[in-house]
Nanobody
Framework: QVQLVEAGGGLVQAGGSLRLSCAAS????????MGWFRQAPGKEREFVGS????????YYGSAVKGRSTISRDNAKNTLFLQMNSLKPEDTAVYYC?????????????????WGQGTQVTVYS
């Protein structure tokens, strides 16, 4: 059984930073792309970023590009999202997901497994 568990969310002041992690079990992450999505109350799920299985290709959503870095430690089966210069509009539940493809992808339909999410709240 595949399980993804996010951690690292919390309350942070605007301009601050957070590092989210996603620990996987039941699946060898290096064989698949991984992604981060977020969903704010009353809004649709939004693509944050994706990293290929090898870690050599990374895509970012326009809202976070330049402020965020996605990385992975395949030896520890863990995915990371470093977010800097946080804004109140970054407030959302952040989800990690494991894709069915090796290549990075922004399409939610390419992801077979999802975590439960971690809340990030940015206050001004």
């Amino acid at each position: 059984q595949v399980q993804l568990v996010e951690a690292g969310g919390g309350l942070v002041q605007a301009g601050g930073s957070l590092r989210l992690s996603c620990a996987a079990s039941g699946r060898v992450l290096s064989n698949y792309a991984m992604g981060w999505f977020r969903q704010a109350p009353g809004k649709e799920r939004e693509f944050v970023g994706s990293i290929s299985g090898s870690g050599t290709t990374v895509y970012y959503g326009s809202a976070v590009k330049g402020r965020s870095t996605i990385s992975r430690d395949n030896a520890k089966n863990t995915l990371f999202l470093q977010m800097n210069s946080l804004k109140p509009e970054d407030t959302a539940v952040y989800y990690c997901a494991s894709a069915v493809t090796l290549a990075a992808t922004a399409e939610p339909r390419d992801y077979a497994y999802w975590g439960q999410g971690t809340q990030v709240t940015v206050y001004s």
